[in-house]
């Protein structure tokens, strides 16, 4: 029977991120073939993911790269079943090669068709569930572009957030971040009041209505009345509205115009595993 050398067995483990045992099991069946070998443990892996198709991919990473010029920018989670897992630096390294790849696809299914260092990007997934043992996915897929980007990952690496700035100034960097920062600590719903679905104003109107009514506030009023809520609203939910975290004295955009009188928030994203 061939026995393989701690040699190759060290450079199958380190192609494929298997386990030394599975390793060495895997060029024992392959007789020697490194290919074979690989191709059995991705086979494992195909195995491993049926058996798992069902379970509940909760935990993960949550990463956000942007490219050189900072003007294109993704957030991906790659989504596991344990926090063990989620902790795993191997783990959150492939979601950081992950994400610096969703920078120039366009869709998630594009990235999950992408080469990965000679196989497709959902099959390396599908070779890590074997790997890992648990079920592994692509979760959310964010891509923004923008005239100057910055992103935030959150200790943990379960929230992450990119910032859209109008211009590259003098202080754009930081700014960036302190606004991803925000946007992550504050889940803003919308940009400004522009960009709230009337979807979102209605119900909103219908719950403070059904309040006012209720407290027995006359029916002639009640409309002028929903127009401050609304206001509030705004204030607390819309990013550029909303008080800085770091400065309560003022808002999201007075902080922007003071790093620069014309330098605006004009978009952003946002991804959390809660």
């Known amino acids: 029977m061939y026995t393989p050398v701690a040699a190759d067995v060290a450079k199958l483990r380190n192609h494929t991120g298997a386990g030394m045992m599975d390793s060495k099991k895997a060029l024992v069946e392959a007789e020697g073939d490194f290919e074979k070998a690989i191709e059995i443990l991705r086979k494992k892996g195909q195995k491993v993911a049926a058996n798992r198709a069902d379970r509940e991919s909760t935990e993960g990473a949550v990463i956000a790269r942007v490219n050189e010029d900072n003007t294109l920018g993704a957030i991906i989670s790659l989504n596991c079943e344990t926090d063990f897992v989620a902790k795993n630096e191997a783990f959150i390294e492939l979601a950081y090669e992950l994400a610096e790849m969703a920078i120039t696809a366009a869709t998630k299914e594009e990235l999950l068709a992408t080469d990965f260092h000679g196989i ?52 754009g960097v930081d700014a960036a971040k302190a606004v991803s920062m925000q946007i992550a600590a504050m889940n803003p719903i919308a940009l400004d009041e522009t960009q709230v679905s009337q979807e979102t104003i209605d119900k909103e109107l219908e719950i403070e209505r059904d309040i006012l009514t209720k407290e027995g506030k006359p029916a002639n009023i009640i409309d002028n009345i929903l127009k401050g809520k609304m206001q509030k609203f705004y204030k607390e939910n819309t990013l550029v509205h909303q008080a800085f975290i770091k400065d309560g004295s003022q808002s999201v955009a007075d902080y922007v115009k003071s790093v620069n009188a014309d330098l605006k928030v004009v978009g952003f994203v946002r991804v959390s595993l809660a």
Do not use: D, M, W
């Open 120 to 171: 497709t990007v959902a099959e390396k997934l599908i070779e890590q569930t074997g790997v890992i043992g648990e079920k592994i996915e692509i979760g959310s897929f964010e891509r923004i572009e923008g005239p100057f980007l910055g992103a935030y990952i959150h200790a943990g690496n379960k929230i992450a957030a990119i910032t859209s700035l109008s211009a590259n100034v003098e202080g």
